[in-house]
């Protein structure tokens, strides 16, 4: 998902207004050979204009509830505390491509940056529970799904409900990348799902999720 093949790492651009969360932040890109710190700022004021200045691949925002994003042509990995379903489906619209607690560990914000990087969507569990409760029952396509889910495809479900991407489902389930992309590209076509938070979503609702 980064762009290893040719050596290079993700360029982050930093945004929090918290000198000592942002000192931290910076700490954690610093030490991960997958992520480069193009720059670090103090606000996410005037941060369309230094994307055009630094060219990042992705932005990292320590996030703020009472300032919506704006639409930045960047993808982004928000930290914010209890985001509501209105601010996140808002965020989702204007670019935000993942959305995880401030005190996400590397971990996991690791995997956010680098699915935001490869265009995908991730979001903390809690975060997916609360936009599936504000999706309207609707009616299945005739026949429901085209195909019943696997038990390794409920397992796999089940890890994205967690918040899981694709390296940590392999080594979970001791199989390699590729079959994860596999099974995640069934599940996507068996569920008529075109995302992973859709699926999640559409699993929870069908019961194939336990929460």
Do not use: C
Not at 58 to 82: Q, S, T, W
Not at 168 to 177: P, V
Request: charged share 20%.
């Amino acid at each position: 998902m980064s762009r290893h093949n040719g050596g290079s790492s993700i360029r982050v651009l930093l945004a929090a207004a918290s000198a000592v969360r942002r000192a931290g932040l910076e700490a954690l890109i610093r030490r991960t050979p997958a992520l480069k710190l193009a720059g670090s700022l103090e606000s996410s004021h005037h941060l369309g204009q230094r994307v055009q200045d630094l060219a990042p691949d992705v932005i990292l925002l320590d996030a703020d509830r009472a300032h919506p994003l704006e639409p930045l042509g960047v993808p982004v990995v928000a930290l914010i505390d209890n985001p509501d379903a209105s601010w996140t489906a808002q965020s989702l619209r204007l670019g935000a491509k993942a959305i995880l607690p401030r005190e996400a560990a590397m971990d996991e914000i690791l995997p956010a940056l680098e699915a935001a990087y490869a265009g995908l969507v991730l979001l903390d569990p809690q975060v997916t529970l609360e936009l599936a409760a504000r999706v309207p029952p609707a009616a299945d396509p005739p026949g429901g799904m085209t195909e019943e889910l696997t038990p390794r495809e409920i397992e796999v479900l089940g890890m994205l409900a967690e918040g899981l991407g694709n390296r940590e489902i392999a080594s979970r389930l001791g199989i390699s990348d590729h079959t994860v992309k596999f099974h995640i590209s069934s599940i996507l076509d068996k569920l008529n799902a075109s995302s992973r938070t859709e699926a999640v979503t559409l699993g929870i609702r069908r019961g194939l999720v336990l929460l």
